[in-house]
């Protein structure tokens, strides 16, 4: 390895540890809020950027079938919960399962999108309020649950989309135009415009979270909620809506990731699974508390993967998964066990 091959698995390694921070950072928030070790994550990517190659071909995306049909079902639950007497957020609800989905069949079945612009805004529309509405319909119910048997839950969740993937799209991969034709030679190492974009993206992603969490009544109520459920809910903060809130954020941005990562590698219906996985050994190193070591970890398993791919290519998923080995006995050594508050 000279120095040129270096500086190309670098320029990867950070590419790729860009979109796998964006997958810890999404992971991070759904778990912090809602207590959810959230798998499916990783459908999000694939659904997203599938959607865009299905509009990009003239046919209407089947993830806005899918949209619709979770929109009416968590409309039935809602009504039926209200029926029985329990106190429900109608503006929530006729936002998730009215309003967005509406604004999505508008944007497919009638704008058509032709420019690429569009039809990411399209794939976007689609794909975001998939988040909360399976928040409601899968994990609200056992909000009061144990974190194990929320994992099972998402487990099966992944299960479930996973088939749903495959039946929607086929096995075929596919991928997407790029959204800058640029390119660049500094020393010798080629710099695409795609890539340019991926990190220009990841970072404004996480400054717009930063001033989100920090400087917004509804990112301070987020963090109220993560620090401590129960005194979040006792100063009036509605836990049910940060859910919904958690997960729409965490799907918007899987769904970036998908539209940023289609045109540099080809997407089939279950690549997400296992971006997300790396996602998540990213979030692991951050305790799944962390948003700086998360990327910090992040950042880590990308040069990790490129330099190991360069190496042992063919072990190169295993020298990523094995990092959480150390990572998890560091932390059992270092972190003092308590009872769970809840």
Request: hydrophobic share 60%; with cysteine; proline share 4%.
């Amino acid at each position: 390895m000279d120095m040129q091959i270096a500086l190309i698995l670098g320029q990867d390694g950070i590419v790729n540890g860009a979109i796998y921070g964006l997958m810890a950072l999404a992971l991070v928030l759904v778990f912090s809020v809602t207590r959810v070790i959230f798998i499916p994550q990783g459908e999000f990517v694939a659904f997203s950027a599938l959607s865009v190659v299905a509009l990009q071909a003239g046919r209407v995306p089947a993830t806005l079938w899918l949209l619709v049909a979770l929109a009416v079902a968590a409309l039935a639950v809602e009504l039926w919960r209200w029926k029985r007497g329990v106190a429900v957020d109608w503006a929530s609800t006729i936002a998730w399962c009215v309003v967005l989905p509406a604004v999505a069949c508008a944007l497919v079945l009638l704008l058509r999108p032709e420019s690429l612009v569009m039809q990411t805004l399209t794939a976007l529309a689609v794909i975001v309020p998939l988040g909360p509405l399976l928040y409601r319909l899968a994990y609200r119910p056992l909000a009061d649950a144990t974190v194990l048997t929320l994992l099972i839950v998402s487990v099966a969740l992944h299960g479930v989309l996973v088939g749903l993937g495959l039946l929607f799209f086929g096995a075929e991969g596919s991928r997407t135009p790029a959204f800058s034709d640029l390119r660049l030679d500094l020393g010798g190492v080629a710099l695409t415009g795609q890539s340019l974009v991926v990190v220009a993206v990841t970072a404004a992603l996480v400054v717009l979270m930063f001033l989100f969490f920090e400087r917004s009544i509804v990112g301070k109520a987020l963090r109220a909620t993560a620090i401590n459920r129960v005194g979040a809910r006792l100063m009036g903060i509605p836990t049910g809506l940060s859910g919904d809130l958690s997960f729409a954020l965490a799907a918007a941005i899987g769904a970036i990731s998908g539209l940023l990562i289609a045109p540099l590698t080809t997407i089939y219906y279950d690549t997400g699974f296992l971006i997300g996985l790396k996602g998540f050994v990213a979030a692991i190193v951050g305790g799944l508390a962390s948003y700086p070591l998360a990327l910090v970890g992040a950042l880590i398993v990308g040069q990790l993967e490129a330099f190991s791919s360069f190496w042992a290519s063919a072990f190169k998923e295993v020298f990523v998964f094995t990092l959480i080995i150390p990572v998890l006995w560091w932390r059992s050594l270092s972190s003092r066990h308590v009872e769970d508050e809840e």
